[in-house]
C-alpha cells in the first residue's frame, strides 16, 4: 500500500497545495506526485521524452487530472492514456473547476472513471478530496498490473 | 298536292260537283233511254222495210210466174207452136208459125211487156225454138233448171248470173201444153230484174242513208246499192259481216261496218225461196243522229244547269259563309295586329256565339298583349343592361389580360387552327395577320433553343397531361427575347383523341428579371449571412471560452482563498484574537457568495447558448423531483407542495428544469417566514395557450416593481434577508423565452406571489 502513489496532474500551485493540505487532513499518507502540465504528465506515464529516469516508474494508484493544463489539455492527456495499452486501465479522476456538460461528457466518453468538480469552498473541497482518496486507495480494487 | 280552298269555294265546288253527277246521271239516262229506243225504232223500221221489200218481191215473182203461166196457157200460142212443130224445118208454115209467134211474144217483153225476152223451147231438146231474141234461136238451154223444171209445170229460176247476158237473171218458165195435155214446148220469160231492183231500191225518203239490196249465194251484189250508183259494182263480191251471217241462211240484226267500211245497223234476211240474201241497212251515224243530237242538248242543257248551279251555290255559299268570313277577317285582322278589331254579331247561332267568344278572346289577349308588352320592355331593359355589364365584362377580361399581360389561347386540334386573344398577340409581339394561325407558325416564334422543349409540352399536353406548366422564351422581331409561360389543357373526345386545347400564356419577362435580380441579392445576402455567421460563430466561440475561463479561472482563485483561510483559522485559531477570526469568517463567507455568483453567471451564460433539444416533458413529474430535494435540504419546515397531476410538454429538459429549479428555490426561500408554507404548481388553458403558474404564500413583493424583477442582479429584498444573487429570474426568463414562451407575475407585499409563464405553441 505504502509503494501506491497518487498522480496530481495540476498546474496551479494553490490547488496543488490545497490538494496536499487536505490528503493530510484526511491522514493520506501516500506519495503524492506532482506534474504540472500534461507533456509532463505523459512523460512521466509513459516514458517518453526527457523523463528517461523515471522510465519504468510503477503505475499511480490513481490518476488526480485537471483538465486546463498548460502545453497538452486534460482531455488530450486522458485520451492518451486509454490509447496506450500500459496506462489503458488506470483509474483516472478528473478534478476539475469545470462544470461544464461538455467537458463532463467528453471525460466520460474518454473512459475517465470519475468526474469531480473543485468546490470553492474549502470544507467541501477537502471532503471531496478525503473521499476520493479513501474510495480510490483503499476501496476500490486496482485492476491487476503486468 | 293538297288544295287549299276557302269554304265559299268548297261550299260551290260541292254543290256544283253535286249537280254535275246529278246531271250528268239523268243526261246519260236520258241519253241511253232515248238512243236504246231510237235503235228499237231503227230496227224495226229496217225489218219493216225488209219485211215489205221480202213480200213486195214475192209478190213481183210470183206476179211474173203468173204471166209466164198465162203466157203459156194462150190458146193461140199454143195453137201456133203446135203448128211451127208440126211443119217441116225452114218451111213456110213454120216460118209463119215462128213470126206469129214472135210477134204473140212481142206485147209480153219490153217496152210494152215486162219481160225482157220471151222464148219457147224445144221439150225434147232444148232447143230454143221461138226468141223474142233472134240471137238465141237454135241455142240449147236443155241444162238450165228453168227448161228442167218448166216442163212439168209452172217455175221461176231464182237470180244467177248469165254468162249469155254478162248479168244477173231470173227466168221464169212453163210447160206449153196440147189440149190433150202433151208437153208442146217450155216457156222461158226473162224477167226484167229492173223491175226487182226498182222493188228493193225503193227508198223509203224516212232516211238519208238507208238502203236495201240483194245479195246472191255468190256474195254478189244482185241489186245495184243505192248509195254506189255504178252498175260495176254487181259483178264484185261483197264481204260484209252482214252478208257471211246471211250467207249461212240465218237472219238477223247486227251493228257492223256495211261494204263502205262505215259503221252501220243492218237488218239481214234470208229469203230461202229466191235464195237470196236481203240486207237493210242504215248508217249508224244516221240512226244515231237524233241520240247525239240529244247528246248534245243534253250537254248544252247541262251546261247552263251547271252554270245556273255553280251562281246559286256561290250565292248560297257567300250567304253561308258571310258570318265566318267576317269572322275570318277579324281573326287576320286581329292577327296582323289590329287588336281592337271585334265582330260584329249578325246572327244567334253557332257562329254568333263563336263571334262573341271570339271578341272575349280578343279582350282577353289585348290585356295579355299589353301586359307582355310590359314584359317585354323590362326584358329589353335587363337585355340591355345584361349586354353593357357583359360588354364592361369583356373590357376588363381584355384589360385585364392586357395588364396582367396574360392572354387566351385555343387550338382546334382537327383544324390545327390556333385563335389567340388580343393580349397573346401582343406578348408574343406579331400581329393577327402576320401570324400563321398553325402550330407549326406558333412554333416559330419560339426561341430556337427552346423548340424542341415546347413541342414536347405541346405533345404532352394533347396527350391529356394536366397541371403542367411550361415556361420558354420567345424571339421577337426586333431580336428581343421574352420569357413566357404558358399552360393548358387539351379536351378529349370520348375515344381519348383530343379535339381541342385552350389555355393561357403569361409575360413573366419583368418577373424574371426581377427573379434574377433577386437571386443574385439572395446570393449576396447568402454571402453576408454566412459572413456573419462566421463572425457570430467565433464571437460565441470567444464567448464559450470566456465562460470557460470564468468557471475555471475565476473559481481557482476562490478556492485558494477559501482554503487558505480555513487553513489560517484551523492551524493558527489561538493567534489571531477573536477579530481576526472574525475577519477570516467574512472573508470566506464572500468567497462562497462570488462562487455562488459565478456558477448562477455560468448557468446564465448555459441556458442562452446552450443547443435547444426539444422532447416531450412533464413539468410536473420535474417540480415533484425539485420539491423532493428542497424538503430534503431543510426537512424542519413545514411547506405543503400542491402539484397538478401531469402536464407534458414539448422542451428542453434541462433548460425547464432550471427554470422549475429557480422558481420553487425563489418560493421556497421567500416562504421561510411562514409557519405554513404553501407551494403551488399547477396549470390552465386558455384558449389554446396553456398557462403554467408557480404559486407561493410567501412575503410577495410590490407590484411597481415588476418590471426589475427579470433583470440580472435585480433584486427585491436585501442579501440579510434572503440570500441570492439576482441572477435567477434572468436565467428563468431566458429560457421560457428560448421556448416562445412568455412569463408574468402577481404579487402584493405579504400576500404571496405568482408567477405566470407559458412555453409558446410549438410546446
Known sequence: ?146 | MKLRLGIIPKLTLVFVIFAAVLIASLGLLVFRNARSSLQTANISGLLSTALEKETALDAWVEERQDDTAAIAASPHLRDEVMRLRSAAPDSEEARAAYDRLVAGFAPYVKPQGVFLEVMALDPETGEVLVSTNPAEKGKFKENRPYFINGRDGSYVQNVYYSITLQAPAMTASAPIRSEDGSLLAVLAARLNLEEMNAIIARHTGLHQSDEAFLVNTSSLFVTQPRLIPDPAVLQRGVHTEAVDRCLERSSGVISALDYRGNPALIVYRWLPERQLCLITKIDQAEALAPANALRGTIFTVSGFILILASVLAYGLARSITSPIRALQDGTARFGRGELEKRIPITTHDELGKLAVEFNAMADALMKKEEQLRGHAAQLEKMVEERTASLREKEYLLSEAQRIAHIGSWDVNVADNEITWSEETYRIYGISPEAFGHTTQAFVELIHPDDREAVQGWIGRLLSGTKGEQHEFRVQLADGAVRHIRGSGEAILNEAGVPVRAIGAVQDITERKQAEDEIRQLNAELEQRVAERTSELRAANKELEAFAYSVSHDLRAPLRAIDGFSQALLSKFSGQLGEAGEHYLVRVRENTRRMGQLIDDLLTLSRVSRQEMSRQPVDLMALANEIAVILRDSDPQRKVRFKIAEQAIVEGDAGLLKVTLQNLLENAWKFTAPREFAEIEVGFSENGSERVFHVRDNGVGFDMQYTDKLFGAFQRLHSIQEFPGTGIGLATVQRVIHRHGGRIWTEAAVNEGATFYFTLGADS
Open chain 1, 1 to 146: 500500500m505504502k509503494n501506491k502513489t497518487i498522480l496530481l496532474v495540476e498546474d496551479n500551485p494553490d490547488d496543488q497545495e490545497l490538494i496536499q493540505m487536505a490528503l493530510d487532513e484526511s491522514h493520506i499518507a501516500n506519495e503524492l506526485v506532482i506534474v504540472s502540465d500534461g507533456a509532463q504528465a505523459l512523460d512521466y506515464l509513459l516514458g517518453s521524452g526527457k523523463s528517461e529516469v523515471r522510465d519504468l516508474v510503477p503505475l499511480p494508484q490513481v490518476i488526480l487530472l485537471d483538465l486546463k493544463l498548460p502545453k497538452v489539455s486534460g482531455l488530450e492527456v486522458l485520451r492518451r492514456l486509454r490509447s496506450e495499452p500500459r496506462t489503458a486501465l488506470v483509474p483516472v479522476v478528473i478534478l476539475t473547476t469545470s462544470s461544464e456538460q461538455e467537458d463532463m461528457l467528453s471525460s466520460y466518453a474518454l473512459h475517465a472513471n470519475s468526474y469531480i468538480r473543485k468546490p470553492v469552498d474549502f470544507g467541501q473541497f477537502a471532503e471531496a478530496v478525503k473521499q476520493l482518496g479513501l474510495y480510490w486507495l483503499v476501496l476500490n480494487e486496482a485492476p491487476p498490473m503486468k
